[in-house]
């Protein structure tokens, strides 16, 4: 048995009634079930239907998420995300190359890197070579000027943990933002790249090794080993092709508002909603968020 997801962004509330009716009409589902008015509803259905991708499409040009996934085990015990344009709204080594004087620069090798048309390892070291001499300083300061958090985070990780879920932050970003990203969610833990200071600067280099792509895969095994959970226990979520390991291997795979390379690989996909998504799709009302 399959469940089918069909939402959109709440601050948006355009889910007509008929949209989901009619599907599941069409597939043959269930009853329909409202997770909140005009914005998410799911219906179950016997198997995965062969036009799934082409009314995907469909509804993504009408500003709608749809999802597919089974019924049994939607619920999870783990999040593994991703930090920057996934918890936040942005880059970190953008904003910081942004007050370095570098910031178009740095922003097209990010967007090239996320989209993985480059090695992240070596496009992260260039990137933070180009902040050699910034004064270290600067990150207090693009955390309290320039980073936002994706809406969503905070009822998806309260209500998460409020089911018994444990939140790790795993980020090819900067701890020195992590831990600051970590503590206002309510991550239990987090894990990212070290940025090298020295006398008040930034040096230009990285701690190695280098936490990318399978780092995060790593993060994923060790954890749920650590927890006596499997991978079908974990949703992930993330948009860079640094986040496609832990993707395709977690229970749940979310690409949100992802890289075009990232959606056509993953399982899941959220373009239009926001965090609050991830708790729709586990079948989560709004009445139940935390």
């Given at each position: 048995?399959?469940?089918?997801?069909?939402?959109?962004?709440?601050?948006?509330?355009?889910?007509?009634?008929?949209?989901?009716?009619?599907?599941?009409?069409?597939?043959?589902?269930?009853?329909?079930?409202?997770?909140?008015?005009?914005?998410?509803?799911?219906?179950?259905?016997?198997?995965?239907?062969?036009?799934?991708?082409?009314?995907?499409?469909?509804?993504?040009?009408?500003?709608?998420?749809?999802?597919?996934?089974?019924?049994?085990?939607?619920?999870?015990?783990?999040?593994?995300?991703?930090?920057?344009?996934?918890?936040?709204?942005?880059?970190?080594?953008?904003?910081?190359?942004?007050?370095?004087?570098?910031?178009?620069?740095?922003?097209?090798?990010?967007?090239?890197?996320?989209?993985?048309?480059?090695?992240?390892?070596?496009?992260?070291?260039?990137?933070?070579?180009?902040?050699?001499?910034?004064?270290?300083?600067?990150?207090?300061?693009?955390?309290?000027?320039?980073?936002?958090?994706?809406?969503?985070?905070?009822?998806?990780?309260?209500t998460m943990k409020a089911n018994g879920a444990y939140a790790a932050l795993v980020s090819g970003g900067f701890t020195a933002f992590t831990a600051s990203v970590a503590k206002a969610l309510g991550f239990d833990e987090n894990r990212a790249n070290t940025l090298i200071e020295e006398g008040g600067k930034l040096t230009g280099k990285v701690g190695m090794p280098i936490l990318g792509r399978e780092a995060k895969v790593q993060a994923l095994e060790e954890i749920t080993a650590r927890l006596g959970l499997t991978d079908a226990d974990v949703l992930a979520v993330g948009d860079g092709a640094n986040d496609l390991g832990m993707l395709q291997r977690a229970g749940a795979g979310v690409a949100l508002h992802a890289k075009p390379t990232v959606q056509a690989q993953a399982k899941i996909r959220v373009n239009h909603g926001d965090l609050t998504a991830l708790l729709f799709i586990q079948g989560y009302a709004f009445s139940d968020f935390a």
């Open positions: 048995m399959f469940v089918v997801t069909l939402l959109c962004a709440p601050t948006d509330p355009k889910l007509d009634a008929a949209l989901p009716v009619n599907l599941r009409n069409a597939w043959g589902g269930g009853d329909v079930i409202w997770l909140m008015p005009d914005v998410a509803a799911e219906f179950a259905v016997e198997k995965m239907p062969e036009n799934f991708d082409v009314v995907w499409q469909d509804c993504d040009a009408l500003g709608i998420d749809l999802a597919i996934q089974p019924m049994e085990g939607r619920r999870k015990m783990m999040l593994l995300a991703d930090m920057d344009s996934t918890m936040i709204q942005q880059e970190c080594i953008d904003e910081l190359a942004a007050e370095a004087g570098v910031g178009p620069r740095v922003a097209d090798i990010t967007a090239r890197a996320m989209n993985g048309e480059l090695d992240f390892e070596a496009a992260l070291k260039e990137r933070v070579g180009l902040l050699e001499g910034l004064d270290s300083g600067v990150i207090d300061t693009v955390l309290a000027t320039r980073i936002t958090h994706m809406p969503g985070g905070k009822e998806l990780l309260a």
